[in-house]
């Protein structure tokens, strides 16, 4: 079983607005980033709200997903990544982790990153766009407990970090894994795009 997590709790402070609500292609980016892992080869896809939880919900609540609230999303991401570990299928043999403002990683896409990762012996594999780390970040399930400890706003740099030679970094041709919709000024770039 394949599970993924897709982290939509958190504030948007750069942003000034809830960037999982922003307009993209006729709908909103948190659907349309649901829309694609659903689309993929992954079995379970669980989406983590916190900040604006009714309005998310709303958003994807008639999709087949699992939504989880993180009641501590204030406190950062790990929080956000604990609480979607924490209700991931234990049958899962991989989970990928998933932010909710990289609406252009599609299907394609993350099936090539799973099928990159079934091909090595690894715990964890990132995709690399030209030397900058990107998402989604695919985990082993033997690593969900390391995951459900997270607090505070370490995410999972501290479990890749501790994991050396068996966290791949995988090049890849995809510029999509490292765009995100951060700024006003990236969601320009993408509403243009």
């Known amino acids: 079983m394949i599970s993924a997590i897709i982290l939509a709790a958190g504030t948007s402070s750069r942003m000034g607005e809830t960037k999982q609500l922003l307009p993209f292609k006729g709908t909103s980016l948190i659907r349309t980033v649901t ?21 998310i919900k709303a958003q994807v609540d008639d999709l087949p997903v699992k939504i989880v609230y993180n009641p501590d999303y204030k406190l950062g991401q790990g929080t956000t990544l604990a609480a979607g570990a924490g209700q991931v299928n234990p049958a899962a043999e991989i989970f990928l982790v998933f932010m909710a403002d990289q609406p252009l990683i599609d299907a394609a896409i993350i099936d090539s990153l799973i099928a990159a990762y079934q091909q090595r012996s690894c715990l964890a594999l990132r995709p690399v766009y030209h030397g900058q780390p990107g998402h989604p970040v695919i985990f082993d399930g033997s690593l969900l407990e390391a995951m459900k400890a ?9 479990i890749l970090a501790g994991l050396g030679k068996k966290a791949v970094e995988l090049p890849v041709p995809y510029p999509e894994v490292v765009f995100d919709v951060d700024t006003p000024e990236a969601y320009q770039k993408l509403t243009r795009l």
């Open 150 to 158: 997270l607090s505070n706003d370490e995410g999972a740099r501290q």
């Open 35 to 55: 829309s694609n892992v659903l689309a993929s080869s992954v079995d379970e896809v669980l989406v983590v709200s916190g900040c604006k939880a009714e309005a």
